[in-house]
T-cell receptor, first 114, second 116 residues
C-alpha cells in the first residue's frame, strides 16, 4: 500500500522568501514521485517528477525537489517566491499497479504575500 | 495541440437526476482516470480504464458509472445514487508502456458539478 502525507494544508510566505512544501510518502516498492500544481478552477499541471537516478530533480517555474529515501521525503522548494506561485500543490506517489495509478496527498495551498 | 478536454466547465443538476460529464483526449493515451476533488481532501479515484471496453472501480465508485467505447473518450455518469455529488471532477490520462511505470498523468481542466 502507498500513502502520501503533505504537512501543512496552508503555507504562507512573503514574496521573495523561500518556499518549502513538505511531502512524506510510504511505499512497499521503489517509488516514483510527482509534484503537481493546480491554479483555481483548473486541472493539475506537472511540476516535476522523480523516477530513478539523480535525487535532486528540477522542474518548471524554478521549483525543485529532493528525494531522500532514508527520510521517505520528497519536499518541494523554490528559492524565491513570486506572486504567481500562489496555487495548490499536490504530491503524488506511484504507481501501485500496471495501470499507472497514483496516490495523491491532501494538497498544500501556498499563499504569497506582497 | 494535444490535450484533454472536459465539458461542461460548470454543471448544475437537481437532486434525483443523473448527469454525464464528458472527457476526451487526443494524446493517444491508453489509460484514463476520473477523480473527485473536495476541499482539503486531495484527489480521490473514482474509476479508471486501461483499455477500450474495460474499466475498474477506484476508491469511491459508488454512485458513479463509466464507459470506454473509444480510446479517446471516457465519460462519467453521476447517478442519483451518489449521496453527495457536489464536487470538482477531474479527468486524466496517461501512457501505459510495458515495463515503464513512471509515466505522469495529464489532467483536463475539470468540471464543477453543483447539485441544487
Amino acid at each position: 500500500a502507498q500513502s502520501v502525507t503533505q504537512l501543512g494544508s496552508h503555507v504562507s510566505v512573503s514574496e521573495g522568501a523561500l518556499v518549502l512544501l513538505r511531502c512524506n510518502y510510504s511505499s512497499s516498492v521503489p517509488p516514483y514521485l510527482f509534484w503537481y500544481v493546480q491554479y483555481p478552477n483548473q486541472g493539475l499541471q506537472l511540476l516535476l517528477k522523480y523516477t530513478t537516478g539523480a535525487t535532486l530533480v528540477k522542474g518548471i517555474n524554478g521549483f525543485e525537489a529532493e528525494f531522500k529515501k532514508s527520510e521517505t521525503s520528497f519536499h518541494l522548494t523554490k528559492p524565491s517566491a513570486h506572486m504567481s506561485d500562489a496555487a495548490e500543490y499536490f504530491c503524488a506517489v506511484g504507481p501501485y499497479n500496471a495501470g499507472n495509478m497514483l496516490t495523491f496527498g491532501g494538497g498544500t495551498r501556498l499563499m504569497v504575500k506582497p | 495541440d494535444g490535450g484533454i478536454t472536459q465539458s461542461p466547465k460548470y454543471l448544475f443538476r437537481k437532486e434525483g437526476q443523473n448527469v454525464t460529464l464528458s472527457c476526451e483526449q487526443n494524446l493517444n493515451h491508453d489509460a484514463m482516470y476520473w477523480y473527485r476533488q473536495d476541499p482539503g481532501q486531495g484527489l480521490r479515484l473514482i474509476y479508471y480504464s486501461q483499455i477500450v471496453n474495460d474499466f475498474q472501480k477506484g476508491d469511491i465508485a459508488e454512485g458513479y458509472s463509466v464507459s470506454r467505447e473509444k480510446k479517446e473518450s471516457f465519460p462519467l455518469t453521476v447517478t442519483s445514487a451518489q449521496k453527495n455529488p457536489t464536487a470538482f471532477y477531474l479527468c486524466a490520462s496517461s501512457i501505459l508502456f510495458s515495463g515503464k511505470l513512471d509515466n505522469e498523468q495529464f489532467f483536463g481542466p475539470g468540471t464543477r458539478l453543483t447539485v441544487l
